[in-house]
Structure formats: C-alpha cells, structure tokens
C-alpha cells in the first residue's frame, strides 16, 4: 500500500506560478514511476507528466516548456512546478505511483484555479 497527500494547489492569475507537491508513504521501496493527471470540470482525467525511479521524465504536449516534474527521494516527494499558467490549466491535479506489482496508487487531488 502506498498513501499519497498532495499540497500546493490553489488560486493564480493567468501567468502565474504554482508548485505543487505530493508526498508518499507506506511501502515506498515498491515505487517505479511517480506522476501527475489532472481533471478539468466536464472532462476526463488527463496525463500531465510522470517520473520513473531511474529519473526519466515525460510530458503531456500541454505541459512541455511549461511544466517541470521533479522529485526528492530522501522526502519520498514529487513535485509538478507549473510556470505561465494559463486558464485552461484550472483542474484538480492528481499525484499518482506506479509500484512494481503494475498497481497505481492515487492521491485525494489538490485544486488548482487559474483566472484570466
């Protein structure tokens, strides 16, 4: 079992930052891959980007040149760092992990408003 807590989210103008954070617990050594999806309200879930253990990295073509996924193992976290937000990025952003066994665990989301 692997526990998710996202933080981060909240309200930003058009341009603006947000950094958003997902920690894991619970059977963390099991971890192959770490990422985010968010959802739009009235759309399906949508990849944003993903982490695997060995540091690789993917995009969304929506989040490429905006968009950083990083992460700090020491604090089993990572990390979504979102620059020039725009309107059409407002979603609940999902933290999520890949685990050895192929099972995906989910965060509760974290709430992200981007105004014009």
């Known amino acids: 079992q692997v526990q998710l807590v996202e933080s981060g989210g909240g309200l930003v103008q058009a341009g603006g930052s947000l950094r958003l954070s997902c920690v894991a617990s619970?059977?963390?050594?099991?971890?192959?891959?770490m990422g985010w999806y968010r959802q739009a309200p009235g759309k399906q879930r949508e990849y944003v980007a993903q982490i695997t253990r060995g540091g690789t990295t993917n995009y969304a073509d929506s989040a490429k040149d905006r968009f950083t996924i990083s992460r700090d193992t020491a604090k089993n976290t990572v990390y979504l760092q979102m620059n020039s937000l725009k309107p059409e990025d407002t979603a609940v952003y999902y933290c999520?992990?890949?685990?050895?066994?192929?099972?995906?665990?989910w965060g509760q989301g974290t709430q992200v408003t981007v105004s014009s």
């Open positions: 999520y992990v890949i685990v050895t066994s192929g099972k995906t665990y």
């Open positions: 619970g059977s963390i050594f099991s971890i192959n891959a």
